[in-house]
């Protein structure tokens, strides 16, 4: 439990009100955040805090509140870390990748200007895969994160640093992007809860493209009210952002939901080779739980398990290969020193500057995208993605919500999984449902291994733009004991 000066610091409503009583001030629980980080440091989850710019922020904030309470915005108390593939004026941002060594963004993104907006701090950066593509934050230019539940395993990944940040206590929220889980992911092998938002709920400007008609921001925190009221404020249409939707924004308290609720999971949830006994238990007791509650679960056929990782890979491939292009080393960040010639500055910087994860990712997309696969991949993988969706609309029209544990296996040793990066992609099975179909997300912690005292976690997906659905029911069952 993250305490200080006598205080549980495990949602905003405490802070608040520690601040007004005069506990603690904004700037000594910025001293403390930044203290924990360092104490922390070995578990890699910051590639740069922003004490300086913090420290500042947290005194004009407090000063101002002390002047007049009654105007203290929303996020008032809330500090906050950023993964490194999210904008924020005047700081560098490089994707954990060596190839944005040194690149400064000249802007912040659109959620985190919403935040900065609302009284939140920035407190730094973390660490992630590079351009975000990764299960367990482990291809980084910046090193492997930490589990800070156990070290020698992965926290998760892409947003790895971000969920070890708010784990080991040194933010109250971070931002992570989820593309396939990675916002889910990390926050189930952290212990805490993750929220990916409906597609084109917040907008992306400012977010480094890795596959743009999945891409979405989202949050990672201990406390659901707490993620809800800073959708709220990152919510909205954006001119920047075309995608980003003109819905009616969610709302930014829970609202309390009572009666019985129309649960559903697939089949391949329960039943499925991949599938660690772990997992499947706690999932399992998890859905009886639910069933003697009142609640109305039943399993679904999902005729197409085989395609979704399949269909995930070479959509977000080819999506990668073409929003990579724009890394030459000309237009943004490190150029090769040995390049001569112009042929070279493309070749050696892209040579050097590109992890092999990532290489591999633009070589698939390049590969089904070329004008003699295009019909058999792409194409084939677009129409299972139409399929699917189809399919999700109508378990809408007779369920309230879908169920699903978040990873089929426990946070595993790091480097494990080296030699198989397919085995690390077919772990994906669960989480890339809801980007391939567009809808909200959440992770919630369910139980933890006795064993190993690891984290399980499971997902709640609602209907598209239904968040405010989605966090009525987090309410219903959440209650992971602490390690
Ligand atoms: N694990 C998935 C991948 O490697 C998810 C990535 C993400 O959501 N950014 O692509």
Request: charged content about 25%.
């Amino acid at each position: 439990m993250d305490t200080f000066q006598g205080i549980e610091i495990d949602s905003l409503s405490n802070i608040r009100e520690a601040i007004k009583e005069g506990v603690f001030s904004l700037p000594d629980l910025v001293d403390h955040y930044l203290a924990t980080a360092e104490k922390h440091q070995d578990l890699n989850a910051y590639v740069s805090l922003f004490s300086a710019e913090a420290k500042e922020r947290a005194n004009n904030l407090q000063l101002a509140f002390e002047t007049d309470p009654t105007a203290a915005g929303p996020l008032f108390g809330a500090v906050l870390s950023i993964k490194d593939n999210i904008c924020l004026a005047g700081a560098e941002v490089t994707a954990a990748s060596k190839i944005l060594e040194g690149f400064e963004s000249l802007y912040s993104a659109t959620a985190v200007e919403r935040l900065l907006e609302a009284g939140a701090i920035i407190i730094g950066r973390t660490n992630c895969d590079e351009f975000a593509m990764g299960s367990a934050s482990e291809h980084s230019a910046y090193g492997p994160v930490k589990n800070a539940d156990a070290p020698d395993h992965v926290p998760g990944g892409s947003s790895g640093g971000t969920a070890v940040s708010v784990q080991c206590g040194s933010c109250l929220i971070g931002l992570g992007s989820d593309t396939g889980g990675s916002v889910r992911q990390p926050a189930s092998f952290c212990g805490l809860t993750g929220l990916k938002p409906t597609y084109g709920r917040i907008s992306r400007h400012g977010l480094l493209a890795y596959a743009s008609t999945f891409d979405q921001i989202g949050l990672i925190g201990r406390k659901a009210e707490d993620l809800a009221l800073c959708l709220s404020v990152m919510a909205g249409p954006d001119e920047y952002d075309m995608t980003a939707a003109k819905e009616p924004l969610p709302a930014s308290e829970i609202k309390k939901t009572a009666g019985s609720k129309r649960f559903c999971y697939f089949d391949f949830c329960v039943d499925h080779a991949g599938l660690q006994r772990e997992v499947q238990d706690a999932f399992r007791r998890k859905l009886e739980a639910l069933k003697k509650a009142g609640h109305i679960v039943e399993q679904v056929e999902f005729p197409w398990r085989d395609y979704l990782v399949p269909a995930y890979y070479v959509l977000t491939t080819a999506e990668a290969s073409s929003n990579l292009s724009r890394y030459d080393g000309v237009r943004f960040g490190r150029r090769s020193p040995q390049a001569k010639t112009v042929e070279e500055v493309f070749d050696l910087s892209r040579t050097e500057g590109f992890g092999a994860e990532v290489k591999r990712r633009i070589l698939l997309g390049t590969f089904v995208l070329s004008a003699g696969y295009y019909d058999a991949y792409y194409g084939r993988a677009q129409k299972v993605r139409r399929l699917i969706s189809d399919h999700n609309q109508e378990l809408f029209q007779k369920y309230d919500a879908i169920l699903a544990p978040t990873s089929p296996i426990l946070p595993w040793k790091h480097g494990d999984k080296d030699q198989d990066p397919i085995s690390v992609y077919l772990a994906d099975i669960y989480t890339v449902y809801a980007n391939l179909t567009g809808i909200p997300a959440v992770s919630i912690p369910l139980e933890r291994d006795s064993e190993s005292g690891l984290a399980i976690g499971m997902q709640i997906m609602t209907n598209q733009f239904e968040e405010d659905t989605l966090f009525s029911l987090i309410a219903l069952e959440n209650n992971l004991p602490e390690k």
